[in-house]
């Protein structure tokens, strides 16, 4: 069985300073896992995704993640944040290579930008 | 591209009312989900598609829940019954197959059961 536990439900940082998004995995199997982002109103949208190639990967926006498999970890992080990142984050893991099915989100953390 | 339409996107119904929400991925793609967001919550697969085939309903309650995909286009997901506990954000996503494509999702559908 898989699954995905993001560590912080709301996180808050001022413009310009760096963001740090935590996520842990567990599964059973190579994962792949990917980072989506989710404005209000709006749908879900794939920044980043691993699927056992380079273990540092570069997303949409500024955004990267890395994967580290000794402590079963998926970080995103930006260096530096903007207003128009504010929005909701889900860390997301799939057991079958290449990850199209039998996604498994995290409950999500709540990124908010302070002027 | 188009993306993935869904409609409607905002519905209000009582308990025990019977709803349908609409679906039509993005051409070409021949797998579609339907996943439910409940407030606070991420997303949760309700039902795979390919083509016009169920993957997995593995988590559907088939007691009041179901789903169809006529032709392998579009998909249309039912509840009926309704209960208090169905509030919640439907998202339709779809991928060009199965393997190593990225899922786009729709702006989903909000339901309120009062």
């Known amino acids: 069985a898989q699954s995905v536990t993001q560590l912080d439900s709301h996180v808050s940082v001022s413009e310009g300073t760096p963001v740090l998004l935590r996520c842990n995995y567990s599964?059973?199997?190579?994962?792949?896992l990917f980072w989506y982002v989710q404005h209000p109103n709006k749908g879900l949208q794939l920044l980043l995704k691993?699927?056992?190639?380079?273990?540092l990967v570069k997303g949409i926006n500024g955004f990267e993640a890395e994967f580290k498999k000794s402590e079963t970890s998926f970080h995103l992080t930006k260096p530096s944040a903007h207003m128009s990142d504010a929005a909701e984050y889900f860390c997301?893991?799939?057991?079958?290579?290449?990850?199209?099915?039998?996604?498994?989100f995290g409950k999500g953390t709540h990124l908010i930008i302070q002027p | 591209e188009a993306g993935v339409a869904q409609s409607p996107r905002y519905k209000i119904i009582e308990k025990r009312q019977s709803v349908a929400f609409w679906c039509n991925p993005i051409?070409?793609?021949?797998?579609l989900y339907w996943y439910q967001q409940i407030l606070g919550q991420g997303p949760k697969l309700l039902i795979q598609?390919?083509?016009?085939?169920?993957?997995?309903d593995s988590q559907l309650p088939k007691d009041r829940f179901s789903a169809e995909r006529l032709k392998g286009v579009d998909s249309t997901l039912k509840i009926q019954p309704a209960k208090l506990e169905d509030s919640a954000v439907y998202l339709c996503?779809?991928?060009?197959?199965?393997?190593?494509?990225?899922?786009?999702f729709g702006p989903g559908t909000r339901l309120t059961v009062t």
């Open positions: 691993y699927t056992s190639a380079a273990t």
């Open positions: 996503a779809s991928t060009r197959d199965r393997i190593g494509y990225e899922q786009y």
């Open positions: 051409s070409g793609h021949a797998t």
């Open positions: 997301v893991v799939a057991d079958s290579g290449g990850g199209a099915d039998g996604l498994t």
């Open positions: 598609f390919q083509n016009n085939g169920v993957v997995d």
């Open positions: 599964s059973s199997y190579s994962p792949s």
